[in-house]
């Protein structure tokens, strides 16, 4: 069965430093997202992306993050200048349609 | 803003006896029903969900929801769990017209043998 997958599984980075997380979406979907999990919360809502550009977004996805489907194949999140407030799980989802969406494993980032 | 509430955080019950894990959202519209299983070390799942139609809706691995539309509430249930089961299990809503998911906090679920 096809998954999504992500990577790096874990992101150290120092604050202020720039890190991309990466994402494969299962290949025949179309729409993207990104959600995030700050331990012991809830998961979070970030950004969704379709026909090459963000259809909805958050209020925490502010000018520090962007997304970016750089090939048919990749779906990536950067954050420009890491903040200790950014450590958190990171998860890539995807969906053929507005309806279902396949999560990946996540991507802890820890910010020192 | 939607927000999603799941009243217990921790679950412990033991093999065969019966599930139910609480859900409730709070938007007045139109809304699509989900509930998500991460098992340990794994990353989440679709268990079930909810569009239109039928309100008891039947998922994975015996799991079935039931959509009360006049409580707001999107119920779990299994008549009889195994050790398998043990799990984190999380609610979320999307408005029909949205993309994005509201989730709730999550049950953490620990069935013993």
């Known amino acids: 069965e096809p998954e999504v997958t992500q990577t790096p599984s874990h992101q150290v980075t120092q604050m202020g430093q720039e890190v991309i997380l990466r994402c494969v979406p299962i290949?025949?979907?179309?729409?993207f997202y990104w959600y995030r999990q700050i331990l012991g919360q809830k998961v979070e809502f970030l950004v969704s992306?379709?026909?090459?550009?963000?259809?909805?977004k958050s209020e925490i996805f502010d000018d520090q993050f962007s997304v970016e489907r750089p090939d048919g194949s990749n779906f990536t999140l950067k954050i420009r200048s890491t903040k200790l407030e950014d450590s958190a799980m990171y998860f890539c989802?995807?969906?053929?349609?507005?309806?279902?969406?396949?999560f990946g494993p996540g991507t802890r980032l820890t910010v020192t | 803003a939607q927000s999603v509430s799941q009243h217990n955080h921790h679950v412990i019950l033991s093999e065969a006896a019966s599930l139910e894990l609480g859900c409730n959202y709070s938007y007045g519209g139109t809304v699509n029903l989900f509930w998500y299983v991460q098992y340990p070390g794994q990353h989440l799942q679709l268990l079930l969900k909810?569009?239109?139609?039928?309100?008891l809706v039947k998922g994975i691995k015996g799991f079935e929801a039931e959509f009360i539309k006049s409580k707001f509430s999107f119920n779990l249930r299994k008549p009889s769990v195994q050790w398998s089961d043990t799990a984190e299990y999380f609610c979320a809503v999307r408005r029909a017209a949205g993309n994005k998911l509201t989730f709730g906090g999550g049950t953490r679920v620990l069935v013993k043998p």
């Open positions: 909810y569009f239109s139609g039928d309100p």
């Open positions: 989802a995807s969906s053929v349609s507005r309806y279902e969406q396949y």
């Open positions: 290949s025949n979907h179309l729409y």
């Open positions: 992306f379709y026909n090459n550009e963000i259809s909805e």
